[in-house]
């Protein structure tokens, strides 16, 4: 074989292997590529669909459902990847309710696109029976995993946990609710059993982590941001957590500017977020995956 032949087979060998790694690369270069995911949410909205009155009161003219839909639409426009979330306590708290029980607030969560939500002390307030009705309305998942529904009409009407798949990351959401005890009148919430959120929470995101593989855990909580006394709040839960990445809470409308940590039993932080109540501000949680590790950030935005 002479030279010339030698070097044109060699040519084409190499050209082969270069069109073999330029098929690859694109692939390759899509797994490094960071995922961005924008996690909104609120908490204890509590029937307040329009905004407060212009009567001079510090929240005169903030919130209503019409702001938070431009907000929504503004920030879907800007991220490709939005999930949407609350904490519970949807209902009671203005005429809304009295009047009509809470279809209005659930009919509008589905405009606005609402993917999970949790339950709160205050949905019992039209009892179990109402909550099979309203809660029947909503396009989105109902997230409670420490509710021992099996004996009322609410069982199969809610899920422990939810898995969400945006650009190839997982992430789990699962609820927990508060002590029904002395909070929710026994003859609304029936049969339904409390189980202690702190074992719960543990299994749900070990599970989620472990058997499920979701990158990121999210807990809905409305336990309350941190009490003096001995009840499980959010800080307690973190702090005796594993595996959970987040925790977007309710009950104590607790008005945070941006989320806090504290270390979980691994000294790995937890990320808290609350933003008050009645719909003044949504919060917001970014997230940046690359190599496998999430970079968080968040705020408090003010709808007004």
């Known amino acids: 074989m002479d030279a010339s032949a030698s070097n044109r087979r060699q040519f084409l060998k190499l050209l082969g292997t270069a069109a073999v790694v330029g098929s690859i690369t694109p692939d390759v270069l899509a797994a490094r590529k960071a995922t961005s995911i924008t996690i909104l949410h609120t908490n204890d909205v509590h029937s307040r669909l329009d905004p407060f009155p212009m009567d001079g009161g510090r929240n005169a003219g903030r919130g209503g459902v019409a702001r938070r839909?431009?907000?929504?639409?503004?920030i879907r426009q800007q991220q490709a990847n939005v999930?949407?979330?609350?904490?519970?306590?949807?209902?009671?708290?203005?005429?809304?309710?009295?009047?009509?029980?809470?279809?209005?607030?659930?009919?509008?969560?589905?405009?606005?696109?609402y993917d999970a939500g949790t339950l709160g002390n205050h949905d019992f307030d039209g009892g179990i029976d109402n909550m099979?009705?309203?809660?029947?309305?909503?396009?989105?998942?109902?997230?409670?995993?420490?509710?021992?529904?099996?004996?009322?009409?609410?069982?199969?009407?809610?899920?422990?946990?939810?898995?969400?798949?945006?650009?190839?990351?997982?992430?789990?959401?699962?609820?927990?609710?508060?002590?029904?005890?002395?909070?929710?009148?026994?003859d609304a919430y029936r049969e339904t059993k409390y189980l202690d959120p702190i074992e719960i929470g543990n299994d749900m995101a070990g599970k989620l982590r472990q058997n499920e593989k979701c990158d990121f855990v999210v807990c809905l909580s409305h336990l309350g941001f941190k009490y003096d006394g001995p009840t499980v709040s959010d800080n307690v839960l973190a702090a005796k957590s594993r595996n959970i990445d987040l925790i977007i809470g309710g009950h104590t409308h607790t008005f945070l500017d941006a989320p806090v940590t504290v270390n979980n039993l691994d000294n790995k932080p937890v990320w808290i977020n609350q933003v008050g109540f009645a719909g003044i501000n949504l919060?917001?949680?970014?997230?940046?995956?690359?190599?496998?590790?999430?970079?968080?950030?968040?705020?408090?935005?003010?709808?007004?």
Do not use: C, W
């Not at 420490?146 to 009322?152: A, E, G, L, P």
């Open 283 to 304: 919060g917001r949680i970014d997230l940046t995956f690359e190599r496998g590790k999430a970079t968080v950030s968040g705020q408090a935005m003010e709808i007004r």
């Open 132 to 186: 099979v009705t309203q809660f029947g309305k909503a396009t989105f998942p109902v997230l409670i995993a420490n509710y021992d529904f099996k004996n009322t009409v609410m069982d199969g009407h809610t899920m422990p946990y939810k898995i969400f798949r945006r650009d190839g990351v997982r992430i789990g959401v699962f609820g927990l609710g508060i002590r029904p005890d002395g909070l929710i009148p026994k």
């Open 69 to 74: 839909a431009t907000l929504l639409r503004q």
């Open 83 to 113: 999930l949407l979330f609350d904490a519970g306590d949807v209902f009671q708290g203005t005429p809304y309710f009295n009047l009509y029980k809470g279809e209005p607030e659930i009919l509008a969560m589905n405009q606005l696109g």
